[in-house]
């Protein structure tokens, strides 16, 4: 027999229990990726359908970041340099120029999870947040 009160307990334990699963996927960062896709999907007004596309596409894939040379402007350093850089985050290559005064944009990258994995395997990777690709 089943009373409202009843009711409520269960549907209080499954909303418990649904959010207990997602704040282990948030430790284990399962859902970063999806979180950064809707935020960036907000940002560039993309259509719901668009965004869920995306997020398909992304789900086997990490998102790193990667300084890009300007074919016009950017020196040889910089072409060189960037070639061979894969950065965690944004802020670690701002820190990891070229050289002083290296303004060349940071941009996302997806690469995916198994690429992500063999490349930041080498000792220290994840620590330094970047890995040279010349010393894998
Ligand atoms: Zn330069
Ligand atoms: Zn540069």
Same mark, same amino acid.
């Given at each position: 027999?089943?009373?409202?009160?009843?009711?409520?307990?269960?549907?209080?334990?499954?909303?418990?229990?649904?959010?207990?699963?997602?704040?282990?996927?948030?430790?284990?960062?399962?859902?970063?990726?999806?979180?950064? +896709?809707?935020?960036?999907?907000?940002?560039?007004?993309?259509?719901?359908?668009?965004?869920?596309?995306?997020?398909?596409?992304?789900?086997?894939? =990490?998102? =790193?970041?990667?300084?890009?040379?300007?074919?016009? =402007?950017?020196?040889?350093?910089?072409?060189?340099?960037?070639?061979?850089?894969?950065?965690?985050?944004?802020?670690?290559?701002?820190?990891?120029?070229?050289? /002083?005064?290296?303004?060349? /944009?940071?941009?996302?990258?997806? +690469?995916?999870?198994?690429?992500?994995?063999?490349?930041?395997?080498?000792?220290?990777?994840?620590?330094?947040?970047?890995?040279?690709?010349?010393?894998?």
């Amino acid at each position: 027999m089943s009373t409202p009160t009843d009711k409520s307990t269960e549907t209080a334990t499954a909303a418990s229990h649904t959010r207990r699963t997602f704040l282990q996927r948030l430790a284990l960062g399962s859902v970063t990726a999806s979180a950064a +896709i809707a935020g960036a999907a907000a940002l560039q007004g993309a259509r719901p359908a668009d965004a869920a596309r995306e997020q398909k596409e992304h789900r086997r894939s =990490v998102k =790193v970041f990667r300084l890009r040379s300007r074919k016009t =402007v950017a020196c040889r350093a910089c072409q060189l340099h960037h070639r061979h850089f894969v950065f965690l985050t944004r802020k670690v290559a701002r820190h990891h120029r070229a050289h /002083p005064g290296c303004d060349c /944009p940071i941009t996302p990258q997806w +690469i995916k999870r198994h690429t992500f994995k063999r490349l930041f395997a080498s000792s220290g990777a994840m620590e330094n947040g970047f890995v040279d690709l010349r010393k894998l």
